[in-house]
């Protein structure tokens, strides 16, 4: 019988994962990421030469990439649904031609303070002197540079707001102050998009943020008491937190949608799929929701602040592994898989539409 159990559970988790089918896009696609570790697919490496060492990278890649998880991240699976190769980071200078767009995602961001690297204010002037750069480039005779009509019809995505949250309540904030910040933090996303739309860009790719007081990370470090669990072993306060800003950022894509008429602009739930993982983790073929793969200390969460992934003697579980939590922060490659699948399938999103609608 529990062979049988296994067989059913690969079976599933085969099933969800993005299909193979031919993306209809008509044109190249071309995408531009901005974002924290959630997106970065090297640009805290290539920024400030940062060492991520292996376990990192070991599923899909065989190497570490700069990528904060064993193998590909979301972004990664939605770039192959759409046929096009990995985004390069954009302080990636060896070997990048950008010729598919570029990722300004970098580990650890936020919105606010605005004025340090990286936070979303300073990747968008970062992508502002990248468009430039390519037209001073375009109008010197190069033919490799992205012309105005392909910045105008680039995907833009946006998935940035939990380091705020995070920071916010590490800083010891009450609920109250956390939640006082939030609209700061929307105003940023507000400021992102129009600044981006301002100078061509008409197709935008939003999500909002994961369930918090999920993950292993916060768990450890928050110690909660059970009166502070939901029914999932998840800090209520965070998730709660991490539910208003959600609901902010609903309605300031609905908002940007009647005054931008020209553009359009998708909301994506990612909290409900990766609250479901949690939720359902059995369904999905995982075991231990909230216990990271790399780190130190066992059950229940793995995790220790002083003994994380690669370093020390931390530990990563076997490959192949049915861990929903990576290195007690990030998705494993697994669960970044079924997370594509569920967007793919448009469920999750407001308005309802191909992740391809972007380059039909």
């Known amino acids: ?201 008409r197709k935008f790719w939003v999500h909002n943020t994961g369930p918090l007081g999920c993950l292993p990370q916060k768990l450890w470090l928050v110690k909660p008491s059970s009166k502070e669990l939901d029914p999932h072993g998840c800090i209520s306060s965070y998730n709660s937190a991490a539910n208003l800003f959600n609901e902010g950022l609903r309605h300031l894509c609905a908002q940007l949608r009647s005054e931008m008429k020209d553009a359009t602009i998708i909301y994506v739930d990612i909290y409900a799929i990766k609250y479901d993982l949690i939720a359902n983790a059995s369904k999905y073929g995982f075991s231990s929701p909230l216990m990271a793969c790399c780190g130190f200390g066992g059950p229940p969460y793995n995790y220790n602040i002083n003994v994380t992934c690669s370093h020390g003697d931390a530990q990563a579980c076997n490959e192949g592994s049915k861990f929903i939590s990576w290195d007690g922060i990030h998705l494993t490659e697994a669960a970044n898989s079924i997370l594509a699948s569920k967007i793919l399938s448009q469920q999750y999103s407001t308005p309802r539409v191909p992740f391809d609608f972007f380059c039909l």
């Open 1 to 201: 019988m529990a062979s049988i159990s296994i067989y059913c559970s690969i079976f599933i988790l085969i099933s969800l994962l993005p299909r193979s089918t031919e993306s209809l896009c008509s044109t190249k696609p071309l995408i531009f990421s901005f974002g924290d570790s959630n997106s970065d697919t090297g640009g805290l490496v290539a920024g400030l030469g940062y060492s991520i060492s292996p376990p990192y990278g070991r599923t899909f890649f065989r190497r570490s990439t700069g990528r904060l998880t064993d193998g590909r991240l979301l972004i990664d699976f939605l770039c192959e649904s759409v046929k096009t190769s990995f985004l390069r980071p954009y302080m990636e200078s060896l070997g990048s031609s950008f010729s598919n767009g570029a990722n300004f995602a970098v580990v650890g961001s936020s919105t606010l303070p605005k004025s340090i690297p990286f936070a979303l204010n300073v990747q968008i002037m970062q992508f502002l002197h990248f468009k430039s750069k390519s037209s001073e480039l375009l109008a010197s005779g190069s033919q490799k540079m992205i012309n105005d009509d392909g910045f105008q019809r680039a995907l833009y995505m946006i998935d940035i707001g939990q380091n705020d949250i995070a920071d916010a309540f590490a800083k010891k904030y009450s609920y109250a102050q956390v939640v006082k910040r939030i609209p700061l933090v929307l105003a940023e996303i507000k400021n992102a998009i129009k600044s981006i739309h301002d100078n061509g860009g």
